[in-house]
């Protein structure tokens, strides 16, 4: 059966092979979405900032708030993922 299903389903192999290659660009923008490195290099940036004097302690506090809620949905989103 499978030479024969192959042969009748020749004609959708454009098709399968756009979707395999939309399936691995979805897989690859989630991997960068959800990468925490960013996010932490991000943080270490904005506290040398508010040490330098750069940025006040609200622009901070808010900037701070923001990527620690981003963080907090990477690792919900990696223990969904690895259940």
Not at 40 to 50: D, F, G, K, N
């Amino acid at each position: 059966m499978g030479l024969f299903t192959e042969i009748v389903t020749l004609p959708l192999a454009p098709v399968r092979g756009t979707v395999w290659v939309l399936k691995r660009l979805v897989e690859a923008a989630e991997d960068e979405y959800y990468d925490p490195a960013p996010v932490e290099e991000e943080l270490a940036a904005l506290e040398r900032a508010l040490l330098a004097g750069q940025i006040d302690e609200e622009t901070f506090d808010r900037r701070e708030d923001e990527l620690l809620d981003r963080l907090d949905e990477i690792r919900a989103h990696t223990r969904r993922t690895s259940e």
